[in-house]
């Protein structure tokens, strides 16, 4: 071959390398779009992304496949989603835990590995008490804890759960002093059963028992108040607002072309008002708040930016 050409050739199939993804993401999505989420099949989170994508793709004119792949706290799921090919056919529902577990070094890695496409939903924290507790506020219990420190006990999933961040943030900021007990999955029944005098979880599983009266919310950490439970108020409205959320949407792997996740953010902005999706958020008691592709990842970053600063603090009274 004259080298003439030879250079022709080796011009042709760089353009081509250079073109070919472009042209890709413009003509996305031609096949269907598998969805990975984190979280256990049948729960609130789970059935919000599934929900959200059902909508979606109705915009988004592909099938997308919504499938649970466990472990880690969801650094097992994260990891898996970072490795697909950027082309937007392997996205990810994911939620705050993928802050948390890269400031807990459970993935090798930051939060910036990823590319952030757009919140959809969010699960509020809330610190419940039994329904006959002496407490009928917020205030009213960090008052307690503080006039007696170390007394009161507070339950939680585990040191290294988002809820347990919130809690423990909240205190530190008021300056209330409680004994912290890690009770795992048994958050409920160690509630009812005398336990312990309060638990930080997500309400979502707590619905039961306050329709049965069992239990009370006081007050629940939120960017607004949640349609399932309306008369418990924010964190915010109480001047107490820790800035970060346990936020749920849309990511994908390093790379990905900035139209193609211009399309996802697009079709589940259409999601958000979807009124099933609406009906599910309220029986269900997660919230709907949409953040753009314009937003989001700014967003993301000041979120990790807050949780580290809660994350050094953990470790620094260790």
């Known amino acids: 071959m004259r080298k003439s ?22 003509d996305y999505p031609t096949k269907p779009v598998t969805m990975t989420i984190t979280f256990k099949a049948g729960g609130a989170a789970d059935i919000a992304g599934r929900l959200s994508a059902k909508a979606a793709e109705k915009l988004l004119g592909q099938p997308i496949k919504a499938t649970n792949k466990l472990g880690g706290g969801g650094s097992i799921g994260f990891d898996f989603v970072g490795k697909q090919t950027a082309d937007g056919y392997n996205i990810g529902w994911l939620s705050a835990s993928i802050l948390t577990t890269t400031l807990l070094g459970k993935l090798p890695y930051g939060y910036d590995q990823f590319d952030y496409v757009c919140g959809v939903t969010f699960d509020a924290t809330t610190i419940a008490v039994r329904a006959d507790a002496p407490w009928k506020t917020l205030p009213e219990f960090l008052a307690a804890a503080k006039s007696s420190p170390g007394k009161v006990k507070v339950g939680h999933a585990g040191s290294g759960s988002f809820t347990f961040m919130t809690a423990a943030a909240l205190m530190s900021e008021q300056k209330a002093k409680v004994t912290f007990v890690p009770v795992g999955r048994r958050r409920l029944p160690s509630l009812l059963a005398g336990e312990v005098d309060a638990i930080s979880v997500h309400p979502p599983e707590l619905i039961p028992s306050m329709k049965a009266g069992k239990v009370r ?5 939120a960017p607004k108040r949640v349609p399932a439970y309306g008369d418990v108020p924010t964190f915010k409205e109480l001047n107490m607002d820790l800035g970060f959320y346990q936020f749920r949407g849309v990511f994908v792997p390093k790379g990905t072309p900035q139209s193609v996740k211009s399309k996802l953010a697009n079709a ?11 009906e599910t958020a309220k029986m269900r008691g997660f919230g709907i708040n949409y953040i753009g592709l314009d937003e989001f990842p700014n967003y993301v970053k000041e979120q990790n930016a807050l949780l580290a600063k809660v994350v050094a603090s953990i470790k620094k009274k260790k």
């Open 268 to 278: 589940f902005k259409a999601a958000a008002t979807d009124a099933k999706l609406a």
């Open 217 to 221: 919310l006081l007050a629940i950490s």
């Open 5 to 26: 050409a030879y250079f022709l050739a080796a011009g042709l199939a760089a353009a081509y390398i250079t073109y070919a993804p472009a042209a890709v993401a413009a």
